[in-house]
């Protein structure tokens, strides 16, 4: 505890407040993902993946990319937030925003803070309360938990209806296509007497 | 209200009356007002205030009347201070004491309100180069409260410097500057408004300055301390007459928006910094209901939930001895702040053995039944202070690795600890579910069963979506590559509608979750209160 320790801390700060938190990645985006497609913007000095062990795993992945400037970094959450920044995964964009402390499972420990901690008795007249909280607490997490479940089937859902269309669209751009490949097209032009451009 | 309708009939006076409703001919509309000793005309502009808000508004007042039922009402249009419009700012770093006039069509622009809120006349003069205003001179310039040059629309959120010919259809002179003798006599009236201000606006300007937790950055520099003793001496002086202008907030928008912010930490250093914390425990962003919309990021909100209600619980119950376990484990906290320092090195060293397959490590403990998910803890506790916290708690030596929590504002922290054996992780649980562990601010830690995801291969990623290979064989290399590296999507590509379809299910998660926690800690708040309640008896 001393000046050595809120240095630490200060700079680690600092690195926070250059570091972007990148959410709704594909599990298949890598670093060097990463940083190419960062690279248009700003200046890459670090990227951190948060490693994913409780959820499932089709969850979307989240980054910590640490840039060079503060300003790059806003400028980059304004960006992703104004138009849909697509990194491997498309086509759902990725959301940016700025780092926090808590993020970061490896942060120094804020110089003069103090935790305690203490054990109620069966006898405290609080224990009942704190029994209450205990409940409420495991309550949330099983809400938490629901309501994630919920928003994975949402996201199946969109996905799945998007596939649809693009498939449809798909279809119909293979048929053009085949259509002017093989002649076909220029045929029934003849036939029509029409003019066919040639693409 | 019961109180000020009394207070009404001594200190309130209608001035000139200025005609009669259109609709309602019982509807009575005034030119002026006098309340609380202060004269009040049309288009001034004031000080509104209601009980539980953070912070004076300033609007301009643009109709006042009273209805047949004899409540007085005034219309006002709003003027934004920078912060609450700092996400449309971008850039750009407005003067200190710049405001934006509210216009266009939206919620924001103006709102009716009972008069009684007016607490006072603010002097705002129109810098703006537009010829319909009349140009103030240097020493008004300086007399002034606050300037405006540019108006912020609230149906398009953006800022412009050129005004419109109306603005909720009152005709946009009224805005400008005034004729001259009416700029004579706001500034007599500031003095007059000393006594009333005092209370409320240095509270609040030192509020302004120490409260806000800007979305952007969260840093914590050395102007911490100064501005929590200034909070201090703010609480502290409540009677006192400081001239009014001292009191307007001083310049704290530095090149980066810096503004100590009230993390938990802070709350659990002790300082005396209660009253004003009580009023952060009421305001979220939604309390403003009734005034304006204002427009706030939702994690700012995250941190400041923590009232001073477990603050003071936890003093209180350091000083009473009557949970001697409570005060051992002080001691040992005192003792144990030396203990912490001598730990540290070997944990290094056992780092560097093991440092490598953490993942590994999980599965292995999970397998033998050693691993035991610690949650509600802080978030922002580190894995060494869980680690302390463990050995404190049961004098067991662990390994302890946070979550980091990837949804912000969620408060509960999550920690993985790998105990030595198996017997040592199931008594700890079983403590942990029969006696209640409580930390500092209010928390129980609860203990489960850890469990680790199976390391699978990647399951199909919604959102992922993928076409044949064969068509793109036609196209050119560079085309290609661009397709597949990371890219902001054009509007003129089906891809681009999807993307928004996305980014709308983004938004309404984003939303539902806000609300999960908003809910989860209304209920938190409501049992730690009892909790300080029931100790007292």
Redesign the interface.
Known sequence: ?GSPAEEDY?SF??R??RTVYF??L???VTES?LR??LDQYATVKNVKF?????????S?Q?ALVELDS?KKV?EII??TAQ???????????V?A??A???????????P???????????R???????????H???R??S??AF?HKH??E???N??DQ??L??KG??KK??MI?SIMADGTARRLARRYHLRVADD | MQHLAEANVENFKWGNKKGVGRINKDVNFYDSFTYEGVDYFLYDCIYFYRTGDLETSIGKLVKIYETPTHEKKVKVVWFFRPIEIRNFLGDDKPQWNEVFLASGQGTGLSNINFLEDVIGKCNIICTSMDKRNPQASIAELKKADYIFYRTFDVGNFVIREKFADAIAGIKVEHFFNGKKDQENNNSPCIGTNLKQLNERSHLSSKLDKVVRNPAADCKVDAGKESAVKASKRATDMEGDKISFLDVRPKPPFDSNWTKPCISENQVKEKTKVRCFESVLSNSTPKSYPYKKRKIVESKSSSSQSRGPIMKEYFEVKERTTSDKAAVQLQEDKSTGQILEVTRRPEAERRNWFKNLPWEERLQRAQEVGTLVLLNNLDPSYTSAEVEDLVWHAFNQKVEAKMISSTFSGSHYGKAFVIFKSKVAAEFAMSELNRRCLLLGDGRVVTASKGTVRAPGNTGCFSGHLIIDKVVLQKQRDEMKNAVSTSHCSQPNTIEYEMALQWQVLQHKSDAWWKALYQKQRAEIQNCRSRLKKDYII
């Not at chain 1, 926090?100 to 804020?110: L, T």
């Not at chain 1, 003069?112 to 069966?122: A, E, F, M, Q, V």
Request: with cysteine; net charge negative.
């Open positions: 505890m200060a700060e600092e926070v407040g959410d709704n594909s599990p298949q993902v190419t497609a948060i490693p994913n062990y409780t959820e499932p795993r089709n979307p989240c503060l806003k304004l960006v138009h849909p920044f697509m990194m491997t995964g498309m086509p759902r964009p959301r925003c700025p926090e402390v808590e993020m970061f499972d490896d942060h120094p420990v804020k003069g803070r103090k935790i305690s901690c203490c054990w109620l008795d069966p405290d007249p609080d224990f009942q309360i704190a029994k209450e909280l205990k409420i607490t495991r949330h997490a809400e938490a309501i928003q994975m949402e996201e199946k969109l996905s998007q596939s269309i693009l669209n798909y751009f293979k296509n």
